[in-house]
């Protein structure tokens, strides 16, 4: 059997790079692969702590929902990037900067 | 095979709230589809009108047991608080919305749609001991205002707001979802209850009180509620997650605003004050939990500093009002944030006193920032000039509104700072104290300069245009933000009784 520290150890790196995706912010679009990179990492640790858990199914049933919340994610996100896009010609977030101080 | 039984009635009937909500948000929806924009007002009304309903079946179960609906949704006094609060802030963001001269939107019925929806999503968050619906219901709150902020698609700066506060609340949910696995993979459950180690409380499987944790890899449970605080900080605007919450309040139209502002910064204290309430101070909590609680209030107590140094700073420089509106709710974030740094149960009370007075003073203060908005179309402080002899009903309310937001008597702000300095002080958190009076000396600075536009500047040509309806509400707001301020028995009582998740200490 695997060691769940293995499945830590790939759910870690897979957050970390989603946080890189995150702030080095060059584009909208790696922006939003960020915010999945790092649920889906969370998703890795309830699939392998529910598998390690024993009988309990919460582990398991939070991967499903991880799943939806990032799919309803992912459809708000795009069509507001979309709209951004026809107000501004650009996704980088750096050339959008109406507010600010 | 599946059988309705008693159990599930019970639950339904628990439920019953959350239920009259949904419905009511769904005919709306069908509601919008078939009026095609022509019954914007019945659309409206029946928004109230469900609200109310829900609001009167909160009230009827006021005095019920607690008790927990399909062992998921915990139904007591505490989660009623913030459900009322969250329907009387709800019913006046929809009554903003109706006033908001500059609204000119055809889809109406999607706004209030997405206002119950977010509504919903607070429900869920602040009535559960569970994790996974708390995460559920957050991110139901967040889509819903993700989508609001950006409401006048075409707006740039309504758009690029909405897109800063997706980014910055998918990142936060993302975090905070990662801190929840590693708790439940130290722990074996998502029940708080269970987690604690609360006596009688059982989960499913396999499961490790926190104390055991705490003892066996305390870098992992350091590492869980930091990524937790972190998804709840950004909620309230904590520093160091407030950065979105100045771009996304300025961009977003004035009644999202008022919402983000009032009922999901409520919303995020709620799920928070539950979260560290039922994990570290509920009856039975073990010693080794309740003591790991300390440590993550002395955290908070750090957090709780900043976040309001940096909300008064900022404030301090801004020249719209909306934007310093931002920055003094952020402050404001970390004044509560004091009560929870005391972990009893008199700050807890204390917290939830000022989110009461909160409600008043911050509704009445964007209420004055929209009837302003209508007339001029700008929100900078020069627009406000000599407007007090124009409108002075609005700006004598504006005026107590301001009083309040600074803490001076005789206000309802004033007598929830009181509260929650003497939290503070029972616990000799004394340095927290001194940077509370601090910052409400700064503050006093920004306040006053409205009043200054307002009354000792030379007038513009604006003529103000009468809005009787929002004249009223300011001065019963006004009016209450005195009357509580010099009688908050009831307020006290009301939040004092609804505390009921913690042990008496």
Known sequence: MIPVGAYVAVSVALFALGVICIVSRRNIIYVLMGIEMILNSASINFAAFGRYNGDGLEGRIFVIFIIILAAAEAAVALAIVLNVFHLFHTIKPSEVDLLRE | ?505
């Open chain 2, 1 to 505: 095979m599946f059988a309705l039984t008693d159990l599930h009635l019970e639950g339904f009937r628990l439920l019953s709230p959350e239920i009259t909500l949904v419905t009511v948000s769904l005919v709306i929806l069908v509601m919008d589809l078939l009026g095609r924009g022509r019954n914007m007002t019945a659309i409206a009304l029946v928004s109230l009108g469900g609200l109310a309903l829900t609001a009167f079946q909160l009230v009827a179960a006021f005095n019920d047991q607690p008790a927990t609906a399909f062992g998921l949704v915990a139904v007591d006094k505490f989660g009623n608080f913030f459900k009322l609060f969250t329907c009387g802030a709800l019913a006046v963001v929809i009554f903003f919305v109706m006033s908001d001269r500059r609204e000119k939107s055809t889809h109406i019925g999607e706004y209030y749609f997405l206002l119950l929806g977010a509504g919903i999503g607070i429900f869920f968050m602040v009535g559960t001991n569970n994790l996974l619906l708390l995460v559920l219901g957050l991110e139901l709150l967040s889509l819903s205002s993700y989508s609001l902020a950006g409401f006048h698609k075409g707006e740039k700066r309504s758009a690029e707001a909405a897109m800063k506060y997706i980014v910055f609340g998918g990142l936060s949910a993302g975090v905070m979802v990662y801190g929840v696995s590693l708790l439940y993979g130290l722990t074996g459950t998502l029940n708080l209850k269970v987690m604690a180690g609360v006596a009688g409380a059982v989960g499913e499987g396999h499961t490790v009180s926190l104390a055991a944790a705490v003892t066996d890899s305390p870098g992992a449970v350091a590492a869980a509620m930091v990524l937790i605080l972190g998804g709840f900080s950004y909620k309230i605007s904590v520093a160091p997650f407030h950065f979105w919450a100045p771009d996304v309040y300025e961009g977003a139209p004035t009644p999202v605003t008022t919402f983000l502002a009032v009922a999901s910064k409520a919303a995020g204290f709620g799920a928070l004050l539950r979260f560290i309430g039922v994990l570290f101070m509920s009856p039975g909590t073990q010693e080794a939990v309740a003591a790991y609680g300390l440590q993550v209030g002395q955290l908070v107590a750090v957090l709780a500093a900043v976040t309001m140094t940096i909300g008064n700073l900022a404030a301090l420089r801004q020249e719209s009002v909306k934007r310093m509106l931002a920055y003094s709710s952020v402050a404001h974030a970390g004044y509560i944030l004091v009560g929870v740094v005391a972990m009893d149960k008199a700050g807890f009370d204390a917290a939830m006193l000022y989110l009461a007075a909160y409600y008043f003073m911050n509704l009445g203060a964007f209420g004055f920032l929209l009837y302003f908005h209508g007339v001029t179309g700008k929100e900078t402080f020069e627009s406000l000039n000599g407007m007090g002899y124009r409108a002075p009903l609005i700006s004598i309310s504006m005026v107590v509104f301001l009083i309040s937001l600074t803490g001076l008597p005789p206000s309802v702000g004033f007598y929830g700072k009181m509260t929650l300095i003497y939290a503070a002080w029972d616990k000799g958190i004394n340095w927290l104290i001194i940077c509370l009076l601090i910052n409400s000396v700064i503050s006093l600075f920004y306040y006053v300069r409205v009043a200054k536009h307002l009354f000792l500047m030379k007038p513009s040509e604006e003529t103000a245009q009468p809005q009787p309806a929002m004249t009223g509400f300011l001065v019963a707001m006004a009016g209450l933000t005195v009357v509580f301020g010099l009688w908050a028995t009831p307020l006290l009582e009301w939040t004092s009784s609804s505390m009921d998740l913690l042990a008496a200490r």
